[in-house]
Nanobody, 115 residues
Framework: QVQLGESGGGLVQAGGSLRLSCAASGIIFSINAMGWYRQAPGQQRELVALMHSGGITTWFADAVKGRFSISRDNAQNTLYLQMNNLKPEDPAIYFC????????WGKGTPITVSS
């Protein structure tokens, strides 16, 4: 089992920045990839950013390319999502995900962007 806990969400003005953290615990060796998804009200959950286990290969949704970055601290078993230049279309619940045989999810952290 893998446990994931997100933090760092909140209210930010358009154009502002936030950094989300995802602390992983449990059986975290052999995790294939970790990423961030978001789900806005009435919308499907969508992948925003992904980092493969080697820490080199990353992927970003077109909507966030150039604004969001993903990183990790192996010593702290923590994944980060740095979000810059937040836009009115970014508000959602942001979920941390880990793929290790199956998908594991955190409970999510909400992001609100004020114009």
């Amino acid at each position: 089992q893998v446990q994931l806990g997100e933090s760092g969400g909140g209210l930010v003005q358009a154009g502002g920045s936030l950094r989300l953290s995802c602390a992983a615990s449990g059986i975290i060796f052999s995790i294939n990839a970790m990423g961030w998804y978001r789900q806005a009200p009435g919308q499907q959950r969508e992948l925003v950013a992904l980092m493969h286990s080697g820490g080199i290969t990353t992927w970003f949704a077109d909507a966030v390319k150039g604004r969001f970055s993903i990183s990790r601290d192996n010593a702290q078993n923590t994944l980060y999502l740095q979000m810059n230049n937040l836009k009115p279309e970014d508000p959602a619940i942001y979920f941390c995900n880990a793929l290790r045989i199956t998908n594991y999810w955190g409970k999510g952290t909400p992001i609100t962007v004020s114009s």
